[in-house]
């Protein structure tokens, strides 16, 4: 079965067997800020907590005991934003940040939003002293939550990083599980990057497989995207999970074309 934390402990585990170093994205963007030299072979672990936020706490668990490190991002409401859960991926050594939604909570109301985003990240930072937030998708809404970036700045308020801003895509392969698959652009709103690359998979092991093959060998920067609520270690809620994922990327298709 794919998409479980057992899968997910195995692909974490071949990238450390083939000398890849499990950072977190404030790793990256100080490396970057302070011109620091990053690993010659990394991959930056972003985990969007979305829903079901006890779930992100079993990934934590497999990242610490395999010494990778980790970003969770977590929203504001109450399916993600849990403080115990929140404390405990911290005590494990992971990054947490904001992920954030404001504009479409304010109704595209750039004053009431950028005020909105404040508030909570100054919230998310009575848990730890954030310095990376990235967006929420919101597929169904109107609203891009970066364009609050557009009379604001990261810089303003202490933050040092946004993924889908301040991301060499160029240089760093951007892999995400939208759609609960890695191909799956065609469900996306907006978790997709420009990019150009010939690489294309589907499942866990297709990633797995092209990590061991030492012909066509993956490339040395890497940044994995997650949405830990999809990896689920019990059988009915893994067929839940996977009917309801089905239905809402014929939804986000939709929204797509329309």
Not at 32 to 59: C, G, M, W, Y
Not at 61 to 67: F, M, N, P
Not at 106 to 128: E, I, M, P, S, V
Request: include cysteine; hydrophobic fraction near 35%; proline fraction near 4%.
């Amino acid at each position: 079965m794919d998409f479980t934390p057992q899968k997910y402990k195995e692909l974490i585990a071949t990238f450390i067997k083939k000398g890849y170093e499990c950072i977190s994205y404030e790793t990256y963007c100080e490396a970057k800020q302070q011109d620091k030299t990053l690993p010659e072979k990394f991959v930056i672990l972003r985990h969007d907590v979305d829903l079901e936020a006890k779930r992100s706490a079993v990934i934590a668990q497999i990242e610490h005991e395999l010494g990778a490190k980790a970003v969770y991002y977590f929203r504001f409401i109450p399916e993600s934003n849990q403080p115990e859960i929140i404390q405990q991926i911290i005590a494990l050594g992971h990054e947490v940040g904001y992920h954030y939604e404001d504009m479409t909570v304010c109704q595209g109301d750039d004053t009431a939003a950028y005020t909105h985003f404040c508030k909570w990240l100054a919230y998310f930072r009575t848990f730890y002293p954030v310095k990376t937030v990235c967006m929420h998708g919101s597929p169904r809404s109107k609203y891009d939550a970066k364009d609050l970036w557009r009379n604001h700045t990261l810089s303003g308020i202490g933050i040092i990083g946004e993924p889908y801003l301040t991301t060499d895509f160029n240089d760093v392969l951007y892999l995400t599980d939208t759609g609960r698959c890695w191909d799956g652009a065609k469900y996306s709103v907006r978790d997709k990057v420009d990019q150009a690359t010939s690489l294309s998979f589907h499942t866990t092991n297709d990633i797995i497989n092209t990590l061991n093959d030492v012909v066509s060998p993956m490339p040395n920067h890497i940044m994995i995207t997650t949405h830990p609520q999809r990896w689920i270690g019990q059988k009915l809620p893994w067929l839940l999970e996977w009917i309801k994922q089905n239905v809402k990327n014929q939804i986000k298709r939709l929204l797509i074309r329309s």
